[in-house]
């Protein structure tokens, strides 16, 4: 089955800087990457989604990159706010599941 | 529109007694999905139904845990004898069909198991 690593687990940057957080994924049909920011003791939401067949999106601060060939994916934070302090999860998905990574707890110090 | 909902938002429980979480999915979605999150940890996926079918139980953790969809709407996932590993968050997601669409999920159940 599908298995996702992300990397780092903790990432900690001041408030302004950027933050890049890194995942992998084993399964070559996988075909949708989205990723869920998920504050203390809330539900995950969606910021952004990436399909196989782009290579990169854009949505203000946020941007999300795929490489297909070396199957990866990353998402890119610019001019990080202290809001933007949560764990965040990458996800890579197919026809009948959606497998997530471990999650990259984000502190953005004012 | 109204989102994900389940219920009960928190549930605390002896160890061997069983539970019964409950999803409603938003309205249209067919497809719905359960996942268990541990106290700072990932999202365990458990199972994806497609209507009322349920095609991969193989996530489910042991056989003490099953779970059920019916007209296509509301599901539920029952825990039997539970034991304490089984405290976790419960999270429902719904999606429009299934594969390649965005997920919304629910506020989740807290289980907490005595």
């Known amino acids: 089955g599908e298995n996702v690593e992300q990397h780092p687990s903790t990432l900690s940057v001041q408030e302004g800087d950027s933050a890049v957080i890194k995942c992998t994924y084993s399964?070559?049909?996988?075909?949708?990457f989205p990723w869920y920011k998920q504050e203390l003791g809330k539900r995950p939401q969606l910021i952004i989604d990436?399909?196989?067949?782009?290579g990169e999106k854009k949505d203000q601060r946020i941007a999300v990159t795929l490489n297909k060939t070396a199957k990866h994916f990353s998402l890119h934070i610019t001019e990080t706010q202290p809001e933007d302090s949560a764990v965040y999860f990458c996800?890579?998905?197919?026809?009948?599941?959606?497998?997530f990574g471990a999650g990259t707890r984000l502190t953005v110090k004012p | 529109g109204a989102g994900v909902s389940q219920s009960p938002s928190n549930k605390v429980t002896e160890k061997g007694k069983d539970v019964e979480l409950r999803c409603d999915p938003i309205?249209?979605?067919?497809?719905l999905y359960w996942y268990r999150q541990s106290l700072g940890q990932g999202l365990e996926f458990l199972i994806y139904?497609?209507?009322?079918?349920?095609?991969?139980k193989s996530g489910l953790p042991s056989d003490r845990f099953s779970a059920e969809r019916t007209g296509g709407s509301v599901s539920t996932l029952t825990i039997q004898r539970t034991q304490q590993e089984d405290s976790a968050v419960y999270l429902c997601?719904?999606?429009?069909?299934?594969?390649?669409?965005?997920?919304?999920f629910g506020p989740g159940t807290r289980l907490l198991v005595l």
């Open positions: 997601a719904s999606s429009l069909n299934l594969g390649g669409e965005t997920q919304y």
């Open positions: 399964d070559s049909a996988s075909n949708y």
């Open positions: 990436i399909r196989s067949n782009v």
């Open positions: 996800a890579a998905s197919k026809v009948q599941d959606m497998r």
């Open positions: 309205s249209g979605h067919t497809a």
């Open positions: 139904f497609q209507g009322n079918s349920a095609p991969d």
